[in-house]
């Protein structure tokens, strides 16, 4: 299982970290990406990462303001999100890939067979 969390209301500029904690299977050597879907628009890839190489990808909409990382030793992966736009504004997704997925790949919704349930970002202007 996968659970979400850290979303909430933030102004324009501000900054958000959302949490991907995992359970009930071993964290190593999986992709675990971060996905968004807004109001009205189809669920897009934000950023990736896997969880034994550290290799990560970004969205060209996000590069340079979010940041992934793991922490293998608690099963939880993490988007920093500084900068935050009100185009930001969704439900944030993270998911779990076993499969080797090559390069930006991992950004490719449709890839991710085990997901979790989303948390809110709201960014005002």
């Known amino acids: 299982q996968l659970q979400a969390s850290g979303g909430g209301l933030v102004q324009a500029g501000g900054s958000l970290r959302l949490s991907c904690a995992a359970s009930?299977?071993?964290?190593?050597?999986?992709?675990i990406g971060w996905f968004r879907q807004a109001p009205g628009k189809e669920r897009e890839g934000v950023s990736c990462?896997?969880?034994?190489?550290?290799?990560?990808h970004y969205a060209d909409s996000v590069k340079g303001r979010f940041t992934i990382s793991s922490d293998n030793a608690k099963n939880t992966v993490f988007l920093q999100m500084n900068s935050l736009k009100p185009e930001d504004t969704a439900v944030y997704y993270c998911a779990a890939e076993r499969r080797t997925l090559f390069g930006s790949t991992c950004l490719n919704v449709y890839l991710f067979g085990s997901w979790g349930q989303g948390t809110l970002v709201t960014v005002s202007s």
């Open positions: 990462i896997h969880t034994s190489y550290r290799s990560t």
């Open positions: 009930g299977f071993t964290f190593d050597g999986y992709h």
